[in-house]
């Protein structure tokens, strides 16, 4: 098998061994750290001499072995004999072996529930998320997030200590909280897949790998609940807009907006396949915002040019959104929605009042929407001031590029 193979079993492999692995034994900070040692052997061991009958038992029993020696080691360092007995090894147990056939349930949406539990910081969740269910090394996630290694490693650390203090049980959480915990599930992936498909800051426009990720979990919580509505839409979602990916940046690496991508360039089997997905999903009850901002793509992704969009019908989804959401961003999409239906005024006016809010005082987007807007309303100077303005505020050097070029380019016309 070639190591891109082995690579990509490993990935799907890795969160059902740590929940299996978990569920027997506890201890969630050292197993994981078994785990990640058992998925190492297997990448170097597995290419050579091929892939066991059995991969995932392969992996456990692995993982099993060296979490035993990880907890006779703590049980020696340790001094204290209350301490010492509250450790027990794999072999003291009485629970079902987590390789048994009756033990073949897949745990990961149990392990996604615990990375994702409210206790644990939104930086904790989004990291540990990365690393036990989505098998990326500490390294790997450092280099997505452009921070040092050891900073995520601190990170990643504090989280898992964090579980282990709590005393969370490993289980589904109890059927009333089981609607919250969702929730924190799907806005952890999409957190995920935002900043890899928008990244706030670096050299880069998109950060593929981590987008690519995301739509990676949240196709297999579609597949473990695909009766829920929301987890639909939110990979619906994931879908027609990174659809848009590959003609959003230009041959230099350069942002190219919507308006002026070439279209031909969009993954028209993502669009095919989230629109699919939505329409699966809308009927089945009351929509929830992640299907909205689905349809809002699907609208963006199915007009065959820029002029062609059908920005009624946009508008219309934002002000359902709105009025579900008092989310700023929502409130900015919506007066551009508004911008282009009832023209730049009206949507000027909406950015006034949005100004007043203290979580987009800062955010360069409010200005560079008052720059559009501007430029439409036939006000050079004062777009010009809001590029730039836009410009010094965001961390994204393509965006910087982009917000500058644009204010030159009104500079040079006049």
Known sequence: MLDTEVEDLLRTLAPQVLGA????????????????????????QWPKEGVPESPRAWLITV?????????????????????????????????????????????????????????????GQIALTLRAVGGLTTAEIARAFLVPEGTMTRRITRAKQSI??????????????????????????????????????????????????????????????????????????????????????????????????????????????????????????????????????????????????DWPQILALYEVLLGMSGNPVVALNHAVAVAMVRGPGPGLDLLAVLEADERMARDHRLHAVRAHLLEMAGDRPGARASYEAAAGRTT??????????????LTEDD
């Open 396 to 409: 994204s050097l393509p965006q910087q590029r982009y917000l500058n070029g644009r204010a030159a380019r």
């Open 63 to 123: 993982a099993a072995r060296r979490l035993t020696d990880l907890l006779r080691s703590e049980q020696a360092r340790q001094r204290r004999e209350d301490t010492v007995a509250q450790w027990k090894l794999p072999e003291q147990w009485l629970a079902p072996a987590a390789d048994r056939p009756a033990s073949d349930s897949d745990d990961t949406l149990i392990l996604l529930f615990m990375c994702c539990h409210p206790a644990l910081t939104p930086a």
């Open 21 to 44: 692995v978990v569920r027997r034994y506890g201890h969630f900070d050292t197993a994981e750290d078994a785990v990640q040692e058992a998925l190492l052997a297997a990448a170097l």
């Open 164 to 309: 282990q203090q709590s005393g969370i049980p490993f289980g589904m959480p109890r059927s009333e909280e089981r609607a919250a915990r969702l929730a924190s599930v799907l806005h952890v992936l999409y957190l995920i897949f935002n900043e890899g498909y928008a990244t706030t800051s670096g050299p880069a426009l998109h950060r593929s790998e981590l987008s690519a990720e995301a739509i990676r979990l949240a196709r297999l919580v579609h597949r473990l609940l695909p009766d829920d509505t929301e987890a639909t839409g939110l990979l619906a979602l994931m879908l027609l807009t990174d659809a848009r990916r590959p003609a959003r940046t230009g041959a230099d690496g350069e942002l190219v907006p919507m308006a002026e991508q070439d279209r031909s360039r969009w993954n028209a089997a993502y669009i095919a396949e989230g629109v699919a997905l939505l329409s699966d999903a809308l009927p089945r009850g009351a929509p929830g915002p992640y299907q909205i901002q689905a349809a809002i793509a699907a609208v963006h992704d199915e007009a065959p040019t820029a002029e062609a969009t």
